[in-house]
């Protein structure tokens, strides 16, 4: 089976430890649990180092998909992000909410696409806040990680998920 072109561009690596976490401000919502669940999957069963910070924040993604908050905001917010995630001596961003990830990407396209609008927020963000803040050296969305663990995750489970019958 071939894998679509655009997939094949999508493809990236996924670090393997140590990464700073960005909940979603949205998702418990819907899957009450699934945070929580991944946080324990990632660091009490796999023994990967993942910080919750309670600094973090929403991305206010909503509120630009709505029109509602500019660009240049959402890019101090961002920035701000990576700040708490530098910091904290982290350097693999993972995040939650699927809207989040489409932020941070799209963010990280524009600031290597236009350098000033990263100056910017970098000047946004210092005056705001006196913090600056590394870039990411990986950016994944928690189900590229499931996905990356998936088999050491599947040998650790108590009961396997397969119809007695047929296997």
């Given at each position: 089976?071939?894998k679509r072109a655009s997939w094949k561009e999508y493809q ?92 941070y990407s799209e963010i990280l396209a524009t600031w290597h ?55």
């Amino acid at each position: 089976m071939m894998k679509r072109a655009s997939w094949k561009e999508y493809q990236k690596q996924i670090a393997e430890d140590n990464y700073y976490y960005g909940r979603s401000c949205i998702r418990q919502n819907f899957f009450p649990g699934s945070e929580k669940l991944f946080i324990d999957m990632l660091h009490n069963d796999l023994g990967k180092d993942l910080l919750d910070d309670p600094m973090h924040s929403s991305c206010t993604g909503i509120g630009y998909h709505s029109d509602i908050v500019p660009l240049e905001t959402i890019m101090t917010v961002v920035a701000r992000q990576f700040a708490l995630m530098t910091e904290a001596g982290y350097e693999n961003f993972v995040t939650s909410c699927i809207t989040s990830f489409g932020v941070y990407s799209e963010i990280l396209a524009t600031w290597h696409e236009f350098p000033e609008t990263e100056e910017k927020a970098r000047e946004n963000l210092f005056k705001a806040t006196g913090r600056e803040f590394r870039k990411p050296a990986s950016l994944a969305h928690t189900s590229d990680v499931v996905f990356h663990f998936r088999e050491q995750i599947a040998a650790r489970a108590r009961h396997k998920l397969v119809n007695v019958q047929t296997g």
